[in-house]
């Protein structure tokens, strides 16, 4: 793979000192970088491992920032790099209690897909340009708003990195947000201090640095920061019927199981805002207890997996007995070893035993542990299932069973969290399987798949007795009232905080096989982080804040267990938002008519038609993606370019050989066509048809050019 070089200026960022926080000087910060890397370039000539380790003592930001860029910096990681990391992995293992950090950050910047790269540096420009604002603010007026602007697209630029599991660069910007809304570099008297906004991102910070096992002193800040500002800016809980706090009779709402204590007013317990049943007027801290969810059908979900459909669930990917594996999911994640084909155990904490024995019985199991260790322990588990030695796989027979040499998991989510919120129960499920209750979406370049096309999976709430989950969001609305929810230690509490929401509705109007099983929008500016899902109520339409809303992603099936038909629902390749104004109603069409997107070649003598490339076109320019059980058969068409009539159509045709190598990618989309020309023509266009579809009906394209 040729290397790429991102070449932009890492600016210094900024740092927690004692009880205050302060920017790093550029030029002063760029000396001892440089400094520090002279030394470090001598210390590996030597081989000098006590003389490496004091010299990450003592220039503890600047090795931090040195293993980051020689992870990133240039692709495919070069050797004298790599002699680099090697060199100061036990020398920051020395100096920071056997900390992983430096082979975390190796192993995922070395295993980071091509895809992946493509959102990875936007994300890293992004912050970049943030960490400049940050400096000029720092140095001109600190005006309070820039310090709230800055604050929110740090925290945009987190979820971008979130999103391709870069949990480092989170964490750095997270802490980039909590810095701009504490108080230290804001004149109190210009504009308010958001103490809960800087508390929830220092607790971002503090749990990404934990995935990355970066335990460095500015780490030990964050913790101490988190801690002073706890006190300021989470719930309240009271002690007793004291005025103020908590009102109503002694001890209502109070205990555990009722939600948490409400920090003022109202009756805790019992009638909540403008007599909402069973809702606690003020934010409360909401405990919640490990529950599995044993049958998938118990709750219909926001996501693509979870159904029968267990060839498309995630691997575990052993091979011989013996073999060891580990989830990408997860960090830390536990270590998965095959013992036969019939049994694997489990290393939960990593500490090289393995104390679960698991036995395979072939049907679908659940399987629970306990991931981390200390502060980040919390109890987790996945349902799984093996395949079949003659299993089907988008119509072919293929062997997915156990093998001497392989032997494939297949895991779905099924770990969850549960408490009361007052009486109303809530359920958060880790359905994107990363060990954290409630957090933002993951995305994945899954196969089947169009270039550029990336798959989000994200965990869900279930509120009250509903049989229909909700996308995780930082709003949510129940009993007709708005609530911020904001989970804490990994998931394992989460924090409810009653919001004023001005709303519009949005009404979905979907022309097509079926109604979409959820179609999830995404919000913007403060609701950034709000997803809502248009088709739950079907064709009543739902409330959603004002401002603009985008479509993030859904799914459109029929049929049950193995006959299922399903397919994706995608933004399309250049996404326009639409716009909900308050008390209005905003219609979303969607659907039909159906039209192909796809790419083609002139060889000169043919026309190569890519099958690879070949997607499925909305109204909206929305995207069906994944098409399992339902593959597209298009016919093709070319002409000169300019004219009017086409040639004969040629069938496009599909993998059939579930022995070819390139089966997996091959069988999702159709083979490449190739259609011959008596004469070299310059200019040519394609048309691309099919008439009957049966998922979508007709399918058609316009004539598309060169």
């Known amino acids: 793979m040729q290397s790429t070089r991102f070449v932009r200026p890492v600016l210094a960022l900024v740092f927690l000192c004692a009880f205050a926080l302060c920017a790093a000087r550029p030029a002063a910060a760029q000396d001892r970088y440089a400094e520090f890397q002279t030394k470090l370039a001598e210390l590996i000539k030597v081989d000098d491992k006590e003389g490496l380790a004091k010299l990450v003592k003592s220039y503890q930001e600047e090795a931090e920032r040195h293993v980051a860029e020689l992870c990133w910096r240039i692709r495919p990681i070069p050797s004298d790099a790599k002699k680099q990391i090697a060199a100061l992995d036990p020398a920051w293992q020395t100096v920071f209690a056997k900390s992983n950090y430096v082979n975390k950050m190796f192993g995922y910047y070395s295993q980071l897909g091509t895809n992946s790269w493509k959102q990875w540096a936007p994300a890293k420009e992004k912050l970049d340009s943030v960490l400049q604002r940050f400096d000029e603010n720092l140095k001109g007026a600190r005006d309070p708003a820039v310090w709230d602007d800055i604050g929110s697209a740090s925290e945009a630029v987190a979820a971008d990195f ?62 101490t920061r988190l801690a ?35 920090e003022k007013g109202g009756e805790a317990g019992g009638k909540g805002q403008d007599g909402a049943p ?52 997860v960090a830390p994640s536990p270590k998965f070893r095959r013992v036969t084909s019939s049994q694997f155990e489990v290393d939960q904490d990593g500490d090289g035993t393995y104390d679960k024995q698991v ?63 007052g009486e109303i129960a809530l359920r958060v499920i880790d359905d994107d399987m990363n060990g954290v209750y409630g957090n933002w979406p993951q995305t994945w370049g899954h196969i089947g798949l169009t270039s550029n096309a990336f798959q989000p999976e994200m965990d869900c709430v279930v509120i009250g007795a509903e049989k ?46 079926n109604w979409p099983t959820w179609l999830v929008l995404r919000g913007s500016g403060r609701f950034e982080n709000t997803f809502i899902d248009v088709a739950a ?39 326009k938002p639409w716009t909900v104004d308050g008390g209005k109603e905003l219609v979303l069409r969607l659907g039909e008519p159906f039209r192909f997107d796809f790419k083609f070649e002139n060889l000169g003598d043919s026309v190569k038609v890519l099958g690879q490339t070949v997607a499925v076109l909305g109204k909206e320019g929305e995207r069906y993606e994944r098409l399992w059980n339902c593959v597209v058969s298009p016919e093709c068409e070319w002409r000169k370019a300019g004219t009017k009539k086409g040639g004969k159509p040629e069938k496009m045709l599909h993998m059939l050989d579930p022995l070819d190598p390139n089966i997996w990618t091959a069988v999702w989309k159709p083979l490449d066509l190739v259609m011959a020309m008596k004469e070299q023509i310059e200019k040519v266009e394609v048309h691309m048809f099919e008439k009957k579809h049966k998922f979508f ?9 060169e």
């Not at 609305?477 to 924090?495: P, V």
């Open 537 to 575: 109520d079907g064709k009543k339409g739902v409330a959603v804040p004002v401002g603009q809303w985008s479509l993030y992603y859904g799914d459109i099936r029929k049929g049950a267990k193995q006959q299922t038909t399903k397919c994706l629902i995608l933004p399309p390749a250049d996404p």
């Open 359 to 421: 036995a395979i019985t072939g049907n679908r199991q659940p399987l629970t542990m306990v991931l981390g260790s200390g502060e980040t322990q919390r109890p987790w588990g996945f349902l799984f299932t093996i395949g079949l030695e003659k299993d089907i796989y988008q119509g072919l027979q293929v062997h997915l069973g156990p093998q001497d040499k392989g032997l494939s998991v297949y895991m779905a989510g099924g770990a969850s969290m549960v408490g009361k919120f």
């Open 228 to 262: 002073q500002l706890s006190e300021k800016a989470a719930p309240q809980r009271p002690t007793g019927n004291e005025p103020g706090k908590g009102g109503g009779e002694a001890g209502k709402g109070s205990e555990p199981e009722k939600g948490g204590e409400p």
């Open 162 to 223: 979130d999103a391709v599991n870069d949990h480092y660069y989170a964490a750095q910007s997270w802490l980039t947000a909590a810095i701009c809304f504490d108080e230290n570099y804001r004149d109190k008297t210009k504009g308010a201090i958001d103490y809960a906004r800087a508390l929830r991102a220092y607790d971002e910070a503090r749990r990404h640095y934990l995935y990355v096992e970066f335990n460095g002193a500015r780490f030990d800040q964050v913790r």
């Open 468 to 513: 229909r989950a909700r996308p995780w969001s930082e709003y949510q609305q129940i009993a007709g009232k708005w609530y911020q929810f904001t989970n804490q230690k990994y998931g394992t509490e989460l924090h409810v905080t009653p919001a004023e929401v001005e709303t519009g509705t949005i009404k979905l109007d979907f022309k097509g096989p």
């Open 697 to 705: 009906g007709a399918i058609d394209s316009p004539w598309l050019g």
């Open 278 to 329: 069973g809702l606690p007027a003020g934010a409360v801290s909401v405990p919640l207890t490990f529950e599995m969810v044993e049958k998938l059908e118990t709750f219909v979900r926001p996501h693509f997996h979870t159904d029968d459909v267990y060839q498309m669930w995630r691997p575990i990917q052993f091979l011989e007995n013996g073999n060891v594996q580990s989830l990408d999911l």
